[in-house]
């Protein structure tokens, strides 16, 4: 079995040091035991890379906190891997869980999510057209308003302007003088 200490298994998982400390410390809150030698280092085995590949997977995901996947993560360890505490008793109902069910669970909720918000913003579209189908509907009874009113403000107007037209029919031109008739 192959034994690995932190910057071991930082380079080994492609993460910065800080970044994997950081992970470690959040299996280790939610109950996962990492061993540790006589002066108190972190070790790390293979089975270990498994789990946090798992939890770093699992923290990939948008609408999961670290924290939550770091849950996840350590509910489905068998009991050995874990310490002694509260999380045994959710250890019996989660053991057959893998990471491809967490994966199911968290994609279903993401489902859900994404469906409510899809719902929501279309409901939110659907009162914004509506809106502006009454807006326009008001514009154009406005505009039909004003054209009427236009109309029967013009049809004096136009009246005056067919009896000057006709006025101008009736009047007889003046006769024409030939070009060197000007003087006269």
């Given at each position: 079995m192959m034994v690995m200490k932190v910057p071991d298994m930082a380079k080994r998982l492609d993460l910065k040091e800080s970044a994997f400390k950081k992970y470690t410390i959040l299996l280790e809150r939610q109950g996962y035991l990492v061993n540790r030698n006589q002066q108190g280092h972190r070790l790390f085995t293979t089975e270990d890379i498994e789990i946090f590949e798992k939890f770093i997977e699992l923290a990939r995901f948008d609408g999961l906190t670290l924290e939550n996947a770091?849950?996840?993560?350590?509910d489905g360890l068998p009991?050995?891997?874990?310490?002694?505490?509260?999380?045994?008793?959710?250890?019996?109902?989660?053991?057959?869980?893998?990471v491809m069910t967490l994966i199911t669970t968290l994609l279903s909720e993401q489902e859900k999510q994404l469906t409510q918000k899809f719902d929501l913003q279309k409901q939110e579209m659907k009162e914004q057209l509506d809106r502006m189908e009454k807006n326009q509907n008001a514009l154009l009874l406005e505009i039909r308003d004003?054209?009427?009113?236009?109309?029967?403000?013009?049809?004096?107007?136009?009246?005056?302007?067919?009896?000057?037209?006709?006025?101008e029919e009736v009047v007889p031109e003046a006769p024409k003088k030939k070009f060197y008739q000007f003087w006269k």
């Open positions: 770091a849950k996840m993560v350590v009991t050995e891997k874990r310490k002694n505490s509260n999380h045994d008793v959710i250890a019996a109902e989660n053991e057959g869980h893998n004003k054209l009427d009113h236009q109309q029967k403000e013009s049809e004096p107007a136009t009246s005056i302007v067919e009896e000057i037209v006709k006025k």
